[in-house]
């Protein structure tokens, strides 16, 4: 007995539960939407598979992936990733419209669930030195083409949704970094430049179509606008507490599509109310609240920026997946983190909280090595 409460208290004490508690609850939040009570098949057992898998992912990850602050590491990972999305381009089958996702027995992965923690990681390592130099154009620009390769190779599939999620880890760790009002100015004018060329060069007639229903949804509610006008009816219809968990007609009945991944909020919010939305956000703001408090006391540069870019990372899904829920925002193929379905982006989220749970316990003791790594060079 006394080797099993030894054991137990070694697993307890790799854990940060102030970390993990939040996004348990929200995993068990989405497990509870997507489960049917009966009404048909469920996506509940596959999910608490996958939760365990990831729960496995992160205890492996918060023993000790202090490797990552590495810079042959974080360039090797970055050109698999490449390769990864290159393949993608060649050997997968498009799955609703594009090729996204490599189909092995069964089990699918999206390669861009890892582009993200491995772009997080360059951003890091890059500004981890330079972000004091930001003024610099160059910073800008070479940070800017390491992001922009994995959003073109993205939008190439296409995944327009995954390219803005992508897009916006850089952007927010640029502004973390300290860049100037100036070079926002004609980042956003080179933004809305790059829109404009997307609009009529890159973008397919479904996804002009999502963007044109977000403007006018009435227009074409049996088309293009049906999924967003079904998400904002379910949301609506859950008012103040909400039907009751199982109780959820646009999801139980399919009227509303996807309801397990791209459109699980509003599946929750018909279920659960605005008080249950409540509850969510208030377990996702004490994540997000944690992860500044771990960047905030990082002992090194690369830390800091790990930490601020998952957190950048699950903020940008949960606003953009939620602007898409409740109709502020044109459709798109967005997960919220934690409570979607799928395995791909559930183990990664949990990856990505195990290596910033790794770097946070072993803050105290950076050896000599680890802060002279600051200035290595990408």
């Known amino acids: 007995m006394s080797a099993v409460r030894s054991a137990l208290r070694s697993f307890s004490r790799v854990i940060d539960w102030s970390l993990v508690a939040p996004a348990l609850a929200i995993t068990a939040l989405g497990i509870l939407t997507m489960h049917t009570f009966g009404v048909g098949p469920s996506f509940a057992p596959k999910q608490i598979i996958w939760l365990l898998i990831s729960f496995g992912a992160y205890y492996f990850a918060s023993a000790d992936v202090r490797f990552i602050r590495r ?31 490599f189909v092995i027995g069964g089990v699918s992965f999206q390669p861009a669930d890892l582009a993200k923690l491995v772009l997080i990681a360059l951003l890091a390592k890059y500004l981890s030195r330079r972000h004091v130099e930001i003024a610099d154009w ?3 620009l070479v940070s800017g083409a390491y992001a922009g390769l994995f959003v073109l190779l993205v939008l190439v599939e296409p995944d327009l949704g995954t390219a803005v999620i992508l897009g916006s880890i850089w952007l927010g760790l640029m502004l973390v970094s300290g860049i100037s009002k100036k070079h926002l100015l004609i980042i956003g004018a080179v933004l809305v430049a790059a829109s404009v060329f997307l609009w009529f060069f890159g973008l397919k007639p479904y996804q002009r179509d999502r963007i044109a229903a977000f403007v006018n949804p009435a227009a074409n509610i049996q088309g293009a606008g049906y999924n967003g006008y079904q998400a904002m009816i379910a949301v609506g219809s859950g008012e103040v507490w909400g039907k009751g968990i199982g109780y959820g007609t646009q999801s139980t009945l399919r009227f509303l599509p996807e309801y397990q991944t791209d459109f699980i909020f509003a599946a929750y919010a018909e279920e659960w109310g605005f008080a249950g939305i409540v509850l969510l956000l208030t377990l996702y703001a004490l994540l997000i609240f944690r992860l500044f408090v771990i960047a905030r006391k990082a002992s090194t540069n690369f830390d800091a920026f790990f930490t601020l870019g998952v957190a950048v990372l699950f903020m940008a899904h949960i606003i953009i997946h939620a602007g898409i829920n409740v109709g502020l925002l044109p459709i798109t193929g967005i997960t919220i983190p934690f409570m979607s379905y799928g395995g791909s982006h559930l183990i990664m989220e949990f990856t990505e909280l195990g290596i910033v749970t790794a770097l946070a316990r072993h803050r105290r003791a950076v050896p000599r090595q680890a802060a002279l790594q600051e200035y290595e060079g990408i």
């Open 71 to 101: 810079t042959p590491v974080i360039i090797t990972l970055y050109f698999f990733v490449v390769l990864l999305l290159l393949l993608l381009l060649v050997a997968s089958h498009p799955i609703m419209g594009a090729k996204s996702w």
């Open 138 to 140: 160059r910073h800008v």
